[in-house]
């Protein structure tokens, strides 16, 4: 089982940027489909990218498309969630999640289609 934890959140000014880290341990972390999620306060948790095993397959939320990039480093162990640009709507807990099934089509956008996952770390951007 593998376990998850996020860093890299803080406060950042609009059109800034942030990098978040997902640390994973406990497990083989090549075998895992990776994701991050997010969730503002009053608000449902939300995907807002994935990326596949081998790191060549990424998805993004729309909102996002362009300005976050994912991606990972297998030998480290960790998921990278790069972001610039960012927007106060972007204010959000951050959290990351992994799936040990890999799909042939897109990968899941649920939260309830992820098993494992980290803690969280925030992210707050001010206008």
């Known amino acids: 089982q593998v376990q998850l934890v996020e860093s890299g959140g803080g406060l950042a000014q609009a059109g800034g940027s942030l990098r978040l880290s997902c640390a994973a341990s406990g497990s083989t972390f090549s075998k895992y489909v990776m994701s991050w999620f997010r969730q503002a306060p009053g608000k449902e948790r939300e995907f807002v990218a994935g990326i596949k095993r081998s790191g060549s397959i990424t998805s993004y939320e729309d909102s996002v498309k362009g300005r976050f990039t994912i991606s990972r480093d297998n030998a480290k162990n960790t998921v990278y969630l790069q972001m610039n640009g960012l927007k106060p709507e972007d204010t959000a807990l951050y959290y990351c999640?992994?799936?040990?099934?890999?799909?042939?089509?897109?990968?899941?956008?649920?939260?309830?289609?992820?098993?494992?996952w980290g803690q969280g770390t925030q992210v707050t951007v001010s206008s």
């Open positions: 999640a992994a799936n040990l099934w890999e799909p042939i089509a897109a990968l899941p956008i649920s939260r309830n289609s992820w098993t494992y």
